[in-house]
């Protein structure tokens, strides 16, 4: 199956969200399924992410 997860910031910014969906991905890739991330451009703290 694919997945596709939205959330508002994700992994390399720190918190329990990020880390929580970064966890979930790892596990669903382990099971075999597919999983993509679509998120903001930037972490809460002002950090701007990359484009991969």
């Keep these: 199956m ?3 997860h939205a959330v508002n ?3 390399p ?3 329990g969200l990020e880390s929580a ?3 979930q991905c790892e596990e ?3 099971l075999g399924h597919t999983c ?3 998120t ?3 972490c809460p703290n002002g ?3 990359g484009q991969e």
């Design 2 to 4: 694919r997945i596709l």
């Design 9 to 11: 910031s994700f992994y």
């Design 13 to 15: 910014c720190t918190g």
């Design 21 to 23: 969906v970064r966890l």
């Design 28 to 30: 669903l890739i382990r």
């Design 36 to 38: 993509d991330v679509v």
């Design 40 to 42: 903001l451009e930037g």
């Design 47 to 49: 950090k701007k992410l």
